[in-house]
């Protein structure tokens, strides 16, 4: 049974420093990767998606990318900002065209001024 | 905007009741989902439909849930008879052809 494991549980960090967030999966068998991030009482906004030829996806401030062999997936944070304050999910899709996405418990990341 | 919407926002029943939730996928999306979200288990699937087609719905207690797409704007997902466990945010989500999956704002549902 494939299980998704994201460290750390929690980050506080004053403005300004780059952000290291990571996920990974018991199973590595991963087709696509999703990075989401999800404020307090709301849904989930889509931020990247790494599908199944890719190893890495940039946008903005955000750099995630994964390492298939090892099952690993790292998102990178440019110069945070207190408005990157949330909690970040990182949900893996199985192979075989099953769009069943499997989530970790999410980084809550608290930025300061 | 292309969004995913649901309806209701909020809301709190007692146990015993049917509740029903409503979602309205992207348009052009093929594929929606059903997820509820505790502070206990975290996020997990209930139930995936592709093309309106129900494909999988292992994460859904049977005996009490149904989800259904009457068209390819409409997805509801009901609980019948409620209970006070099935208390928790419901999110709906869409997609094309099984790649990047947009969420709701979801149903947090309060059943007392």
């Known amino acids: 049974k494939q299980e998704v494991t994201q460290i750390p549980a929690a980050l506080s960090v004053p403005e300004g420093e780059n952000l290291v967030l990571n996920c990974s999966f018991t199973?590595?068998?991963?087709?696509?990767l999703q990075w989401f991030r999800q404020d307090p009482g709301k849904g989930l906004t889509s931020l990247l998606l790494?599908?199944?030829?890719?190893r890495e996806q940039t946008s903005g401030r955000l750099n995630a990318s994964l390492d298939k062999s090892s099952g690993r997936s790292t998102l990178y944070i440019a110069a945070s900002q207190p408005g990157d304050s949330a909690t970040y999910l990182c949900?893996?899709?199985?192979?075989?065209?099953?769009?069943?996405?499997?989530f970790g418990a999410g980084t809550r990341l608290a930025v300061h001024p | 905007d292309a969004r995913v919407t649901q309806t209701p926002r909020h809301k709190v029943t007692e146990m015993g009741q049917e509740v029903t939730m409503r979602c309205q996928p992207i348009?052009?999306?093929?594929?929606v989902f059903w997820y509820r979200q505790t502070m206990m288990q975290g996020l997990e699937l209930l139930a995936y439909?592709?093309?309106?087609?129900?494909?999988?719905d292992s994460g859904m207690p049977k005996d009490r849930f149904s989800a259904e797409m009457p068209d390819a704007t409409l997805a509801t997902l009901k609980i019948q008879p409620s209970e006070p466990r099935d208390s928790a945010v419901y999110f709906c989500?869409?997609?094309?052809?099984?790649?990047?999956?947009?969420f709701g704002p979801g149903t947090r549902l309060t059943v007392l």
């Open positions: 989500a869409s997609g094309l052809n099984g790649d990047e999956q947009f």
């Open positions: 199973d590595s068998a991963i087709y696509n």
């Open positions: 790494i599908q199944s030829s890719q």
């Open positions: 949900a893996g899709l199985g192979p075989g065209g099953y769009n069943k996405l499997i």
């Open positions: 348009l052009g999306h093929n594929t």
């Open positions: 439909f592709r093309n309106r087609a129900p494909l999988d």
